[in-house]
């Protein structure tokens, strides 16, 4: 998967996840609890319905009374157009489900919800008949439509907030892109116009130069990964040039001594170490994390590199004493802009870009970059290459 555009569609779909986890809760919502709201609703209105029926012989609301074969026998006389007296009860036509052994039943009519009941015992023949001013409660459409709206504001301001964060994330890698575009053109001017006699300002302008690809790499990565060279190089030389552009700067901070290049297992005592990969992006990877070490960490304790093998593998160990990171900082590290919250105090300057890019990089030659606390304070950043064969 393209590295930028999964970093993007991660974050599209973790701003997408609270809505359709409160779309996933709503439709089990519907599926098990609104049936059985909807059903007690509708239990309710029958159970008040059929209690009105009950009370109709001895009520005082009575509409009319009506008996077979006569006809409407008190009350409004206008009803027998409706009920005349050779109605049978299925002429009645009351609402299905309403009927208790025929004895009661209801249905709407023109002057309103018409409830009946007919007599028991030796006057069986009546109905006494009302209209009701019992209403259902409405509460289960009152539920679907404040729904419906819920849903369309959810889907709705989610929309929105998409594509409001896609928009910005754009709009900041063009800006980024024309930065690097627009610095690239006077920098390698200033290149050549330095000459090769102020070494100094040659280097600090190669630095620049670095710090603009560094930005262009990353914003290359937000489209594809980039493909490795499969070469095998010397890693020894690799530092060395990538260490060359910090020289000065750590023999300013300790004192006049380098930072220790160490070699540990499995590595020879002299001479080259062989790794297999890329070149120019193994010294981007090791020009990172001297610089980082340089800005954060050298300022505050020692810093050292070892280089160790271990089967297939060299193991490049950027050990620091700096201030360190915590553990959440330290999970986040190679995330896109995040820069930790002590990096942030000191003021330093930053994109937060250089440690993503060394960690597409060094997994597109097949290898790794991670970071862990060291011992008693600091960090150790741990670069790997694959071991290049008779090294």
Not at 156 to 175: A, L, M, P, S
Not at 288 to 314: C, I, M, Q, R, T
Request: glycine residues 8%; proline residues 3%; hydrophobic residues 40%.
């Amino acid at each position: 998967m393209k590295a930028g555009v999964s970093s993007l569609w991660r974050s599209v779909v973790c701003l997408c996840l609270p809505t359709f986890v409160a779309l996933v809760m709503g439709a089990y919502f519907f599926v098990t609890d609104y049936p059985e709201i909807k059903r007690e609703e509708s239990n309710r209105y029958f159970a008040e319905l059929e209690s009105f029926a009950e009370q109709l012989e001895s009520s005082d609301k009575l509409e009319f009374v009506w008996q077979r074969d006569v006809g409407v026998i008190r009350g409004d006389k206008s009803w027998e157009n409706e009920f005349p007296p050779d109605s049978t009860w299925k002429s009645w036509k009351p609402v299905d489900g309403t009927k208790k052994k025929e004895m009661w039943g209801w249905r709407d009519t023109s002057q309103g919800r018409l409830v009946w009941r007919r007599s028991t015992g030796k006057d069986d023949s009546l109905v006494f008949a009302a209209i009701s001013d019992i209403e259902k409660s409405g509460v289960s459409d009152t539920i679907l439509v404040l729904s419906f709206f819920v849903v369309f504001g959810l889907i709705f301001t989610t929309f929105v907030g998409v594509k409001f964060f896609v928009d910005y994330i754009r709009t900041r890698d063009d800006f980024m892109a024309a930065t690097a575009h627009d610095l690239t053109t006077p920098l390698v001017a200033m290149r050549y116009m330095i000459g090769k006699n102020d070494a100094e300002a040659l280097t600090l302008c190669e630095r620049m130069t670095r710090l603009v690809v560094n930005i262009k790499d990353f914003l290359r990565l937000g489209g594809k990964r980039p493909k490795a060279g499969i070469e095998k190089f010397d890693l020894v030389k690799a530092y060395e040039e990538a260490y060359s552009l910090f020289r000065e700067d750590y023999r300013d901070i300790f004192d006049g001594r380098d930072v220790p290049f160490r070699r540990g297992e499995g590595v020879p005592c002299e001479g080259p170490i062989f790794v297999t990969g890329d070149e120019t992006m193994a010294v981007q990877i090791i020009w990172n994390l001297l610089g980082n070490d340089l800005k954060y960490a050298a300022p505050h304790g020692k810093v050292e590199v070892v280089v160790s093998a271990k089967d297939d593998f060299v193991e490049v160990r950027f050990a620091d004493e700096g201030q360190g990171m915590t553990s959440k900082e330290m999970r986040r590290a190679f995330d896109r802009y995040y820069r930790a919250k002590t990096v942030l105090v000191s003021g330093k300057g930053g994109f937060g870009i250089g440690l993503p890019t060394a960690k597409e990089f060094a997994e597109a030659m097949g290898g790794g970059l991670s970071v862990k606390a060291n011992r008693p304070r600091g960090c150790v950043f741990t670069l790997v290459l694959k071991r290049a064969s008779n090294s």
